[in-house]
């Protein structure tokens, strides 16, 4: 288990967590696994680390939905929070998603991590078995009492149930959860939130189509899946709350609805095109068709680093 005791890591985590003024708004991404057929490929995942850390991104969540999680076995999550651990080092920060729908298995899940040298994990509200608020809320106080900072992951797309307040009011009491990630299409969920609960909590949008207006709203930043393709572009993003203006901003909103919410197969066609990663998904997803993989590299192709030294050069 890492040296440092529970209540210095929480307080650590508070620190960069919250953001104060003056100082940059927070900007995680949503790793993805890369795949040589079927097993992982290491140096392609130490490339990706590399350049998330020359962007500027402030931390890696690995293991959850974008990285393939629920498709990895206990050896394989062990063995990608190694190597972040080793190769990112204190260069960045590795958080852990151990959530599942079910209590006893996210306990187990975390505790390996921390053993591991994990410091912050997060976790997901429970899916599939649609459980009662207060039932989710002892999910989440149980997983803190494991020592770390739990950032709460609130995705009622995903989970199929949609708590609103309730569930962050029960969680104030839970002094090492003051992080949560919004899912898609919750701006007006978070605009109308009471003041006291936006005040308690650092919130953070997962959703690249909304973190401006999120901002906006409130939010300190986001939790990125398209980061994996545009580190550098989603931390501009976050740091100035829009999109900019020019030829590259049109082309980053375009390509922001090309890759969609939820089509992973796609965003690592365009991490493939970019950084010449592997683009492999495991079942039960599938390689993106021919007429997506060309609606790709159409849109990210004013990112291409090709493209980007022309203009350097002129």
Known sequence: MSGSQPADRIRRHAAAMKPVEGTKRLALTALTTPFAGAAIDEAALERSIDGQVAAGMDGLVVLDV???????DD??????????????????????ATGTNCTRTSLE???RAIDQGIEEVLVTVPYYSKPQVFGVIDHFAQIAACGVPVIVDDDPGRTAKDFGEALLRGLIPIENIDTVCHGPRRTGYFGSLAPDLKRRFVHLSR????????IRLGASGCLSSLANALPGEIRHLV??????????????????????????AALKEAISFLHQAPADVRLPLVKADAET????RHAFAPFAPCQQASHAAA
Do not use: N, Y
Not at 66 to 72: A, S
Not at 207 to 214: F, H, I, K, L, P
Not at 293 to 296: F, Q, T
């Open 109 to 111: 899940r975390t505790k």
């Open 207 to 214: 959703d690249d189509e909304d973190v401006s207006a999120m």
């Open 66 to 72: 974008i990285g393939e999680g629920p498709t990895l």
């Open 75 to 96: 050896k394989e999550r062990f063995r990608i929070i190694r190597i972040c651990l080793r190769h990112a080092g204190a260069r960045i920060r590795t958080i852990a």
């Open 239 to 264: 740091d100035t709350g829009a999109l900019g203006g020019g030829s590259e901003a049109d082309a980053l909103r375009s390509l922001i609805q090309v890759i969609g919410r939820d089509d992973l």
């Open 293 to 296: 993989i060309k609606g790709v």
